[in-house]
C-alpha cells in the first residue's frame, strides 16, 4: 500500500519547498485515519519565509538533512543565479555551500545523513563537487587525463555513504555533453570509467551503496548496469533512480513516477492521486531511499493530498509499505 503526503501554501509566484510526515497509530485499527504533518523547508532558521523561489531538493536518507537551490534574497542567493544552501531539519540551521564568487548551483545530492553533499557549479561551465560538511571543504571531482575533449561535468549520483560519487564529464559539441560516465571512489581518490563515449550519452545516472550497480538513461530508456556481472536490464522511461541497496529503481514515464522492483519486475505507481489513478499534471524528479521504501518527487498536481491550492510545484514524498 502506498500513501502520498505533502503540501501546503506559499507565496505567490515562487515555487514552495515542502515535506510530509505521515504519522500512524499502531495500535488503532487498519483503517484509522492517516494523520499528516507539513513542513515547509525553505525557511529560515526561526521560520520566517523565504523571498523568492526555492527548488531542486533533495532530501538525505535519515530525514535530517534537505539540500535546495534558491534565488531568495533573504537567504544571501541573487536572482538570476541560484544558490546552493542545506537546512539542518532537527535544528532549523540553514548552511550555504559556496565554491566562488560568480558561479551557479544546481543538482544537490545528499548522502544518508548528510554529510556529504554532490552538486555541480560553475561560472560558465558546470563541473561536478563533492562537499564535505565535516571540513566545510568542496571538492571537484575531475579524472586524470580523460580521453578526447571535455570541458564541462555534472554530478549524477552519490553513494548512501557518500563514498562513491557518480558523474558525467564532456563538451559542447552536438550530443556530447555526458559523452563519459566515472565513478570517482572517495576512500581511493580514483576514478573509474563506467561507459565510454562510443556508448553514447549518459543522462541521469545513479549509484548503489556499494557502488557496483549504476543505472543511467539513453535516449527514452534506463539502462541498470551490473559492473561485477556486466547484466544490464533495460527499463522504458526516464530519471533513474536507485535505491541504496540495488534493488529498486525509481524513475519517470509519461510524467508519471513508478517504482520497480528489480528482481522480480513488480512496479508499483508512486504519483497516484487522492482517488487512486494517476496525477493529473507532470510528477519529476523521482528520489528513492536506501532500501527503496521512500520515494520522494516534484509535481504541480493538485490531486495528490487534500488542501493543495498554491498552484505552484511542490516536493512529496510516498511510503511503500
Given at each position: 500500500?502506498?500513501?502520498?503526503?505533502?503540501?501546503?501554501?506559499?507565496?505567490?509566484?515562487?515555487?514552495?519547498l515542502?515535506?510530509?510526515?505521515?504519522?500512524?497509530?499502531?495500535?488503532?485499527?487498519?483503517?484509522?485515519?492517516?494523520?499528516?504533518?507539513?513542513?515547509?523547508?525553505?525557511?529560515a532558521?526561526?521560520?520566517?519565509?523565504?523571498?523568492?523561489?526555492?527548488?531542486?531538493?533533495?532530501?538525505?536518507?535519515?530525514?535530517?538533512?534537505?539540500?535546495?537551490?534558491?534565488?531568495?534574497?533573504?537567504?544571501?542567493?541573487?536572482?538570476?543565479?541560484?544558490?546552493?544552501?542545506?537546512?539542518?531539519?532537527?535544528?532549523?540551521?540553514?548552511?550555504?555551500?559556496?565554491?566562488?564568487?560568480?558561479?551557479t548551483?544546481?543538482?544537490?545530492?545528499?548522502?544518508?545523513?548528510?554529510?556529504?553533499i554532490?552538486?555541480?557549479?560553475?561560472?560558465r561551465?558546470?563541473?561536478?563537487y563533492?562537499?564535505?560538511?565535516?571540513?566545510?571543504?568542496?571538492?571537484?571531482?575531475?579524472?586524470?587525463?580523460?580521453?578526447?575533449?571535455?570541458?564541462?561535468?555534472?554530478?549524477?549520483?552519490?553513494?548512501?555513504?557518500?563514498?562513491?560519487?557518480?558523474?558525467?564529464?564532456?563538451?559542447?559539441?552536438?550530443?556530447?555533453?555526458y559523452?563519459?560516465l566515472?565513478?570517482?571512489?572517495?576512500?581511493?581518490?580514483?576514478?573509474?570509467?563506467?561507459?565510454?563515449?562510443?556508448?553514447?550519452?549518459?543522462?541521469?545516472?545513479?549509484?548503489?551503496?556499494?557502488?557496483?550497480?549504476v543505472?543511467?538513461?539513453?535516449?527514452?530508456?534506463?539502462?541498470?548496469r551490473?559492473?561485477?556481472?556486466?547484466?544490464?536490464?533495460r527499463?522504458?522511461?526516464?530519471?533513474?533512480?536507485?535505491?541504496?541497496?540495488?534493488?529498486?529503481?525509481?524513475?519517470?514515464?509519461?510524467?508519471?513516477v513508478?517504482?520497480?522492483?528489480?528482481?522480480t519486475?513488480?512496479?508499483?505507481?508512486?504519483?497516484?492521486?487522492?482517488?487512486?489513478?494517476?496525477?493529473?499534471?507532470?510528477?519529476?524528479?523521482?528520489?528513492?531511499?536506501?532500501?527503496?521504501?521512500?520515494?520522494?518527487?516534484?509535481?504541480?498536481?493538485?490531486?495528490l493530498?487534500?488542501?493543495?491550492?498554491?498552484?505552484?510545484t511542490?516536493?512529496?514524498?510516498?511510503?511503500?509499505?
Open positions: 500500500m502506498s500513501r502520498a503526503t505533502g503540501v501546503s501554501g506559499a507565496w505567490s509566484g515562487a515555487a514552495a515542502l515535506l510530509a510526515f505521515g504519522a500512524t497509530n499502531a495500535s488503532a485499527a487498519p483503517h484509522t485515519p492517516r494523520v499528516d504533518r507539513v513542513e515547509r523547508v525553505s525557511t532558521a526561526d521560520g520566517s519565509q523565504s523571498d523568492g523561489e526555492s527548488m531542486s531538493a533533495a532530501i538525505s536518507a535519515d530525514g535530517h538533512r534537505v539540500a535546495f537551490t534558491s534565488t531568495a534574497p533573504s537567504f544571501g542567493c541573487a536572482h538570476f543565479t541560484p544558490c546552493l544552501l542545506v537546512k539542518d531539519l532537527p535544528t532549523g540551521e540553514v548552511t550555504r555551500i559556496d565554491v566562488g564568487s560568480g558561479n548551483y544546481g543538482y544537490p545530492l545528499p548522502s544518508t545523513d548528510g554529510s556529504r554532490a552538486f555541480s557549479a560553475g561560472t561551465f558546470m563541473a561536478p563533492l562537499y564535505d560538511r565535516a571540513t566545510g571543504r568542496s571538492e571537484r571531482l575531475w579524472p586524470e587525463n580523460p580521453p578526447g575533449f571535455n570541458e564541462l561535468g555534472r554530478v549524477q549520483s552519490i553513494s548512501p555513504d557518500g563514498t562513491h560519487v557518480a558523474y558525467t564529464i564532456g563538451n559542447r559539441n552536438g550530443p556530447e555533453n559523452r563519459l566515472y565513478v570517482r571512489d572517495t576512500a581511493t581518490g580514483s576514478d573509474e570509467l563506467i561507459s565510454p563515449a562510443e556508448e553514447g550519452d549518459k543522462v541521469a545516472p545513479s549509484i548503489s551503496a556499494d557502488g557496483r550497480e543505472a543511467f538513461q539513453q535516449g527514452r530508456n534506463i539502462h541498470v551490473d559492473l561485477d556481472t556486466g547484466a544490464t536490464t527499463v522504458r522511461g526516464t530519471e533513474p533512480s536507485l535505491s541504496g541497496t540495488g534493488t529498486h529503481l525509481a524513475y519517470t514515464s509519461a510524467g508519471t513508478y517504482l520497480l522492483e528489480l528482481a519486475g513488480e512496479r508499483q505507481l508512486i504519483s497516484v492521486d487522492r482517488w487512486g489513478g494517476r496525477n493529473d499534471l507532470p510528477a519529476r524528479n523521482p528520489s528513492a531511499n536506501s532500501d527503496g521504501t521512500v520515494v520522494a518527487f516534484e509535481s504541480a498536481s493538485s490531486d493530498v487534500k488542501g493543495d491550492t498554491n498552484g505552484v511542490d516536493v512529496f514524498l510516498r511510503t511503500v509499505q
